[in-house]
Structures are given as structure tokens and as C-alpha cells.
């Protein structure tokens, strides 16, 4: 059973084994009052008046506190790859708020009981049940050649729950290098957690090479890397994913 | 098959890696162990340097499986790479590439290292193949809501929806 709703200027998917019974507007407001409360295009958002100069950040809410506190960690641990700052100065969260709103969905739907399901918001997928057995979930990654057809298909059990895919050619996706033009025309991190996820996509398509590597080596991650002139680079753990060809 | 693209994918991580070598080509390697056979002589001529993995996704294999190769085991010449220096140890049986294992990686400081989890290319073949399984969700970059319909996503929740 799967729900699709508009938000945050992307599209949410939700597949459930289950009936949602009820918990679809709990689900949908997580999404809507992330996107109230940090939206840059909406100019009475939170982060817009900060932004604006009416609202100190020190008086920001909890929810904008623990977004930029999650955001400047990750731009410490990722030596400025990831960061919430863009150039123009504007505080810019959403590099982290919408693995956020997924992560508390995602609770929200753990809490309630749910196993077994998929979340895909914007391209970055967040799931439940497989590997306790139930069969591993497949998922596609786009070829960034050709929106229309598919890279690869990779299938994934617990602890692999989250899969997040950013490319250097996209709207929104919060890349801000400072060290010229990215080697990666497109980066996909498969990691136990999706905040962890996106931001390592993020700061690899920012970070280049010494970022693929720091992030290979710091953290529990499978990669995909896609160069510019088309070549491709796996760590073992994607290439062991890679589903078999049916 | 699977086992052929394998041999056919780790060529090309050699070719990528830049170690010197080039498949066939006895002056770039050195026999460390193997069963009485030595890299002396030429073991084909068929060889292809796949300096870049890109240029070619056919050939590697082709080349796996049809060279003359002796069987044993070789190391290449220690290269600079992006990972620091690496050898390539490859081993051959039955005439094919069997595994191909980097052998010599040390770090900017010369440590040596052992690096479990690194990104190492990958023929674009190997990951083709694995298309045509049935997917039930596609990871891209962040579509808008308007790219989301032109997606593979949409298409996928429409038909389940």
C-alpha cells in the first residue's frame, strides 16, 4: 500500500505492508512542519527570520537547535565538506532536515508498531523489515546520464537501512565546494542511518576524492561513485549488494 | 559468468590503479609464488593496458579468458595511487584471472595499511548487470516535485499505488 504526498518542494513515497490506520496525518506532519520551520522559500520560516535578522539564533526553537547542532557536527567530522553554511552567508539546513524528517518518521512508524516498510523522500531511501526474514529490500539507483533509466539495482538487509544519492548537478542538494569542480557527477552512500547517508553523499560530491576516502575508511558506509567521464567506483560492500540480474 | 565479470571487473581495477601493467607483458611483474611456471618468456600478446576502465568493457574480459596466461601468482611493480602505493598481486589459473588482490598499501606517513573499505573501480558492465532485477523503490539525486514526475519513482508508484 503506498501513499505519495508533495512536501518540502519534493515527493514523499511511503509503501506500508500494513493499513496506515490513522497514521498517514501524523506521517504528513512531520514533513509539513520541517518544511514551515526551515524553508528558505518561505519567508515567515523560522530559519528565513533568523536568516532575516529578526530571530536571534540563540532564541531558536529546540527543533532548529538540534538541526544546526547536527549540522555543524557533521561539518566538523567532514573537515568542512558538509556545512550549513552557503556562500552568499545565508544559514541553509536542509542538507540535514530532511534526514531528520525521515529519521522521525521513521520512529514515528517504529513506534507504532510498523516493521515493514519503505520511505522515499526526493531520491533518499529509508526502510524496515528486511533481513528479519523477509526477503531484502531492491532498490534502483538512477544512471545520472539518464534520469529515465537505472545505474544499478542494489538489495539490502538490516543493518543496511538508509540509501542516499546526491549528484553535483542538482537543485538543492547543498553542495557548496570550495575546492573547485567535483569529481563526482553523482554519489550514492548506503549506511545503517539516513542522516548519515546524506550528509557523506553530500560532503563526497563536495569533498572529491580525499572525502570519498575519509569516508570510506571513518565510517560504516557502501559507496557508488560516478565520475564525471562515467567511470564507477564501489567499495566491496556495494558491490556484494549489487542485486543479481533476473 | 558472474565469476567471468569478476576477473573482468578487478582487470579493470588494475588498469585503474595504474600499476604498470598490462596483461601478457612478463617485464612488469614478478612471480612471488606459483606452481613451477615463471613470468619469463611472453605469456600473449593479446594484452590490453585498460588505463582507463571507460575506454572499454568488452575487451577486459575477452582478454581474461583468452590469453595465453601461465598459472601463478604475480605482483606488479609498486605504483603511486590516490590510495597511497599499492602493488597488485593477480592470480592466474587455468589460463584466466582468478583474483586480483592489492597487496602493498601504506599511507601518506609510509605506514603500512590495511584498508578494508575503500572505493575501487568497477566495470560499468558488472553493474549494469544488475538492472534488470526488480526494484521496488529508485535512490537518485533530490528531484523537485515537478522532476519527481518524469521519475522512475513515479512510474513505480503508480503502479502499486
Known amino acids: 500500500m503506498r501513499h505519495v504526498f508533495a512536501t518540502m518542494g519534493t515527493v514523499v513515497s511511503l509503501d506500508l505492508a500494513e493499513p496506515p490506520v490513522g497514521l498517514l496525518p501524523r506521517i504528513e506532519g512531520i514533513f509539513a512542519e520541517a518544511d514551515a520551520r526551515f524553508s528558505l522559500h518561505r519567508p515567515d520560516s523560522e530559519l528565513s527570520r533568523i536568516n532575516a535578522g529578526d530571530v536571534s539564533l540563540l532564541d531558536a526553537s529546540p527543533e532548529l537547535a538540534e538541526a544546526y547542532a547536527l549540522a555543524a557536527e557533521w561539518r566538523s567530522r567532514t573537515d568542512g565538506c558538509f556545512t550549513p553554511s552557503r556562500p552568499d552567508g545565508l544559514l541553509d539546513l536542509n542538507g540535514v532536515v530532511k534526514a531528520i524528517a525521515m529519521r522521525d518518521a521513521g520512529a514515528v512508524l517504529e513506534s507504532s508498531g510498523f516493521e515493514d516498510w519503505t520511505l522515499v523522500v526526493g531520491g533518499d531511501v529509508f526502510a524496515s523489515g528486511a533481513g528479519q526474514g523477509r526477503a531484502p529490500w531492491s532498490t534502483g539507483i538512477v544512471d545520472p546520464a539518464d534520469r529515465t533509466a537505472l545505474l544499478c539495482a542494489i538489495e539490502l538487509r538490516d543493518p543496511r537501512r538508509a540509501i542516499a544519492t546526491s549528484g553535483s548537478a542538482e537543485r538543492g542538494d547543498h553542495i557548496w565546494s570550495s575546492t573547485g569542480p567535483s569529481e563526482f557527477l553523482q554519489v550514492t552512500v548506503v549506511a545503517d542511518d539516513i542522516l548519515t547517508a546524506d550528509v557523506l553523499a553530500t560532503a563526497i560530491v563536495a569533498g572529491g576524492d580525499r572525502m570519498l576516502r575519509a569516508a570510506c575508511e571513518g565510517w560504516s558506509v557502501d559507496v557508488l561513485a560516478v565520475e564525471h567521464a562515467g567511470g564507477l567506483s564501489v567499495t566491496p560492500g556495494f558491490r556484494s549488494a549489487l542485486a543479481a540480474a533476473s | ?161
Request: hydrophobic letters at 30%; a neutral charge; charged letters at 15%.
Open chain 2, 1 to 161: 559468468m558472474r565469476k567471468r565479470a569478476i576477473a573482468a571487473s578487478v582487470l579493470a581495477s588494475m588498469g585503474i590503479l595504474t600499476v604498470g601493467w598490462q596483461v601478457g607483458m612478463a617485464t612488469t611483474v614478478t612471480p612471488t609464488s606459483s606452481s613451477g611456471d615463471t613470468a619469463s618468456g611472453t605469456a600473449g600478446s593479446s594484452g590490453t593496458s585498460g588505463s582507463s576502465m571507460t575506454s572499454d568493457t568488452g575487451s577486459s574480459s575477452s582478454t581474461a579468458s583468452t590469453s595465453a596466461l601461465k598459472d601463478g601468482t604475480y605482483t606488479g611493480t609498486s605504483e603511486q595511487t590516490r590510495f597511497g602505493d599499492v602493488q597488485v598481486q593477480v592470480t592466474i589459473s587455468g589460463g584466466k584471472i582468478t583474483d586480483v588482490a592489492a597487496v602493498h598499501l601504506t599511507d601518506e606517513g609510509g605506514r603500512s595499511v590495511q584498508i578494508s573499505n575503500y572505493a575501487a573501480p568497477i566495470l560499468r558492465k558488472e553493474v549494469l548487470a544488475s538492472q534488470s532485477a526488480k526494484v521496488s523503490n529508485v535512490g537518485g539525486a533530490t528531484y523537485t516535485t515537478d522532476g519527481y514526475l518524469q521519475s522512475v519513482q513515479s512510474a513505480l508508484d503508480q503502479a502499486s499505488s
